[in-house]
């Protein structure tokens, strides 16, 4: 090793960032393996990169001790003094015992330290980049689906998106660009592994917020979403300022902002509505687009009882109970809805078993 090693630790140190002492440190430790893997030593031993010029020396390191036991990694006293007369009892005594042929060993053992250690900051670099966007949104293009994983490519790493987290029915034909939500930045020992998602709730949540400008202003709050990805989602939204329309702001001038963020999810359905405090009206509004007549409401159960015209049972419970579910998501309510023929059975039915409890005298009495 020379100064022009040195020299190159420290170009390496201003483009990637590698501390050339943290470098110097990983060297003198993978030398010191190498010293007692090819020269089968058992002794103590330690080497020494020096930071000026670059050469190495290897140090074997002996205690001193009173009654030599192996002469391998301990030295008497007597004979330590012979060397200094400072040495006492628990002191290291170091003799250079750098094997002549070891300069080869050192070069390539140096050059693999350097390579891993690149490799390392490198994934590192990446990881930092990517672990603070955790809940974000990215771009990038389909490379190639194996065992049904498909992986994106993000220019110096690539992501994962999972079977669990593909839409049905999409289509990853490599090239293909695609906006991902990040789920889960991982250190692994083979780099950062970066889990996406395109069914994630959080991911319309982040379309919301790059379409519609009064979104991010803070204008316009998101107070819920409920999404089943690929086929429908709900969204709650809410403003506090009286001159802002929640609902107008998100759908967009002729629908242009809801329509770009539809075209992107493959035609999934999108229902936005206005949040509001008070629960019954809440919970009404979640079973858009069908009307209802009335809503009951058990608070401390969250339940609610929701009667709608005979025509829009249907609707409002949606194809295999789709709207229903995703009302109940988008709201934390548990919603029962009953249409109004029904209704009429069950209070018809209610007010009889009422009526058969009461004693005979309360009978008349009511009569």
């Known amino acids: 090793m020379n100064t022009e090693f040195l020299t190159a630790l420290k170009d390496l140190e201003k483009e990637k960032g590698i501390a050339t002492d943290i470098l110097l440190e990983a060297i003198e430790a993978a030398l010191l393996s190498a010293y007692r893997r090819n020269f089968g030593s058992l002794q103590n031993a330690r080497v020494v990169i020096d930071r000026d010029n670059g050469d190495f020396k290897v140090y ?11 002469p391998r990694q301990e030295i008497s006293l007597a004979e330590a003094q012979q060397i200094d007369p400072r ?14 042929n070891f300069g080869r060993i050192a070069a390539q053992t140096a050059k693999q330290v350097v390579v891993q250690r690149i490799r390392e900051a490198e994934r590192n670099i990446v990881f930092e980049s990517y672990a603070n966007r955790e809940g974000d949104i990215i771009n990038g293009a389909v490379q190639r689906v194996e065992q049904k994983n498909v ?71 998101l107070k819920s979403v409920a999404r089943e990805a690929g086929y429908r989602s709900k969204i709650a939204v809410y403003s506090r300022d009286e001159n ?30 206005k949040w509001n405090s008070d629960a019954s009206k809440y919970v009404a509004a979640s079973l858009s687009p ?47 809805i009953k249409s109004e023929s029904q209704m009429q059975e069950i209070y018809a039915e209610e007010y009889q078993n009422y009526y058969q409890d009461q004693p005979a005298g309360e009978q008349d009495l009511e009569i």
């Open 151 to 221: 992986f994106i490519e993000l220019g110096k790493t690539e992501a994962v998106l999972a079977p669990s987290e593909q839409m049905p029915g999409e289509d990853y034909r490599p090239g293909t660009r695609l906006k991902l939500y990040i789920v889960e930045v991982r250190k692994t020992t083979k780099g950062p592994q970066i889990m996406v998602s395109r069914t994630h709730p959080g991911l319309l949540k982040r379309l919301l917020e790059l379409e519609v400008p009064e979104l991010a202003e803070g204008l316009v709050e």
């Open 60 to 70: 074997a390191q002996y205690a001193v001790v009173e009654d030599v036991a192996d």
């Open 244 to 273: 802002v329309d929640p609902v107008g702001a998100c759908v967009g001038p002729k629908g242009a902002r809801i329509q770009s963020i539809v075209n992107e999810l493959n035609g999934e359905k999108i229902d936005i509505i």
């Open 290 to 336: 069908a009307k209802v007549v009335a809503v009951e409401i058990w608070e401390e159960e969250k339940i609610a009882r929701v009667i709608v015209p005979d025509y829009q049972l249907s609707l409002a419970i949606g194809k295999e109970g789709q709207n229903a579910r995703l009302a109940a998501k988008l709201t934390g309510w548990k919603i029962d």
């Open 87 to 100: 040495y006492e009892l628990g002191d290291v005594v170091e003799r250079e015992v750098t094997p002549r």
